[in-house]
Nanobody, 119 residues
Framework: QVQVVESGGGLVQPGGSLRLSCAASGTISSVHYTNWYRQAPGKERELVAGIISAGTTVYIDSVKGRFTISRDNARNMVYLQMNSLKPEDTAVYYC?????????????WGQGTQVTVSS
């Protein structure tokens, strides 16, 4: 049974920082990629940042220079360091990982973690 769980969300003032964590557990042979998505109220879910097994990263323009995605392969962890946060970063942040084990290769979603940027 594979699970993906996010943590690290919370309330922060504009200009502040948060570090989100995404933990994958269970029977895992490899994690091919991990993405962070977010969904604000009344808006569609959007891809924020992603990292593939080779280490290549991608970001949407609005977070470039402020957010950094990184990973710890040995622990099956991916992090999203968010600096210089803005009110428009307020959303539920979701982790999405493509995980392979002996039985399957499929994408898993976490339950989401709320990030609120407000003074």
């Amino acid at each position: 049974q594979v699970q993906v769980v996010e943590s690290g969300g919370g309330l922060v003032q504009p200009g502040g920082s948060l570090r989100l964590s995404c933990a994958a557990s269970g029977t895992i042979s490899s994690v091919h990629y991990t993405n962070w998505y977010r969904q604000a109220p009344g808006k569609e879910r959007e891809l924020v940042a992603g990292i593939i097994s080779a280490g290549t990263t991608v970001y949407i323009d609005s977070v470039k220079g402020r957010f950094t995605i990184s990973r710890d392969n040995a622990r099956n962890m991916v992090y999203l360091q968010m600096n210089s946060l803005k009110p428009e970063d307020t959303a539920v942040y979701y982790c999405n990982a493509m995980i392979e084990n002996e039985n399957s290769r499929k994408a898993y979603w976490g339950q989401g973690t709320q990030v609120t940027v407000s003074s």
